[in-house]
């Protein structure tokens, strides 16, 4: 049992790149979550998922898709990088949205756009 | 709009000592609470949460909080520091909606604590 995984754990883009985040979990979590890490402003949610198929706008959505065709996987697509997307970004998951349920977070993917 | 607060950046303690992490929360009715860990170059780890019931919470690694509605305030106790705990902190709630609302699981973060251990 892998728990949540992220794939690249490292990438260096240069502006105007795309490029895609991979999120995979392996514990049949309905609700899935995009968020990225700045110094100084914790966590904040991009877009996140209710089930296979669905998706939705988070607090920063901006500049960013997403995709989930399969249940156990999270795609978050980067279309033109910028610099101000450089970021570590985390994906999480959650079996039941329930508000006082834990969710899972993968290692995090550290992203450079120069 | 709801918000959680961590007022300290960060803070350094000596190995051994007592540590408290301020969380504060703006939310109209009961809310849920929780604290995770984020060791460096990992993901975030949940310490413990607060729903209902006892206003004390214990956690894993031997961390307590403590709701306090008259404050607004859910911060994070531990009595004796190790080396290993050092790490940031971060505290949360779920985002726009209060207890028994619908928020599809998300959460609103703190700002983050990074907590130095020295020995």
């Known amino acids: 049992n892998a728990g949540v995984t992220q794939t690249p754990k490292f990438r260096v883009l240069k502006t105007g790149q795309s490029m895609t985040l991979l999120c995979a979990q392996d514990?049949?979590?309905?609700?899935m979550y995009w968020y990225r890490q700045d110094p100084g402003m914790g966590l904040r949610l991009i877009h996140y998922?209710?089930?296979?198929?669905?998706?939705a706008k988070g607090e920063v959505p901006d500049g960013y898709n997403v995709s989930r065709l399969k249940k156990q996987n999270f795609l978050l697509g980067l279309e033109s990088a910028a610099p101000s997307q450089t970021s570590v970004y985390f994906c999480?998951?959650?079996?039941?949205?329930?508000?006082?349920?834990?969710?899972?977070f993968g290692p995090g993917t550290r992203l450079t756009v120069l | 709009a709801q918000s959680v607060t961590q007022p300290d950046i960060h803070i350094t303690v000596s190995e051994g000592a007592s540590l408290e992490l301020r969380c504060n929360y703006s939310?109209?009715?009961?809310?849920?609470l929780f604290w995770y860990v984020q060791s460096p170059g990992q993901g975030l780890q949940l310490l413990l949460k607060?729903?209902?019931?006892?206003?004390l919470v214990q956690g894993i690694k031997g961390f307590e909080a403590e709701f306090k509605r008259s404050q607004s305030s859910f911060n994070l106790r531990k009595p004796s520091v190790h080396w290993s705990d050092a790490a940031e902190y971060f505290c949360?709630?779920?985002?726009?909606?209060?207890?028994?609302?619908?928020?599809?699981?998300?959460?609103?973060f703190g700002q983050g604590t990074i907590l130095t251990v020295h020995p």
């Open positions: 939310y109209g009715a009961t809310p849920y």
């Open positions: 998922s209710v089930g296979e198929g669905t998706t």
């Open positions: 949360a709630a779920p985002s726009g909606a209060n207890a028994g609302g619908t928020s599809y699981g998300k959460l609103t």
């Open positions: 999480a998951s959650n079996a039941i949205a329930g508000v006082a349920n834990e969710q899972f």
């Open positions: 514990m049949n979590h309905e609700y």
């Open positions: 607060y729903f209902s019931g006892d206003t």
